[in-house]
C-alpha cells in the first residue's frame, strides 16, 4: 500500500510517449482511486530523474516544473545514493495497482511534499499539467 508523500520504484512503465521504460522512481501524490478519460488508476504519481552532472542539473532546474531533491528531502530506512536530482512536477503518471510491481522505497519529508504539492497546483491553474495515462489502459499491462 502507498500513501501520498511515498517515494515507489516501478519495475517498469510507460512513458509519454508510448514506449516502455526500465526501474524508475516516482512520487505518490495523489492515493484516491478514481477515473480519468473513463480508465480507472489507483494512484497518481510524479515521475523522478537523477541529473546526469553539473551542466544538465542546472538546465534542468531552469524550468520551473522541475523541483530538485536530495537526500535530505527522504525519509528511508533503505539506504539510497547520494545522488541529487529532480521531481518532473508538471507529469502525472496514473497507475493501477493490479497492474504494477512496484515496492516503496521511502517517503518525503513533510516540508517538501508542501513544496511539490504547491507547485503542482500552480502549474495545474497555469494549466501546465500533462497526464500520462498509458499505464492504465486496458492492452497495457506493466506487469
Known sequence: MCKVGDIIVVDKYIGEDGKPIGKHSFIVVNENAGIIE??????????????????????????????????MDIISDIKI?????????D??????????NYYVLGKLNEEFLDELIKLIVSLNKQ????????????SNTTS
Do not use: P, W
Open 38 to 71: 473513463g480508465l480507472e488508476y489507483d494512484f497518481v504519481t510524479n515521475v523522478m530523474s537523477s541529473f546526469k552532472n553539473l551542466k544538465h542539473k542546472t538546465k534542468k532546474l531552469k524550468f520551473r516544473e522541475n523541483l530538485g531533491i536530495g537526500n
Open 81 to 89: 545514493n547520494n545522488n541529487s536530482g529532480y521531481v518532473k512536477a
Open 91 to 100: 507529469q502525472l503518471v496514473y497507475f493501477n495497482k493490479s497492474k504494477l
Open 127 to 138: 494549466g501546465k499539467l500533462r497526464n500520462n495515462i498509458n499505464n492504465i489502459k486496458a
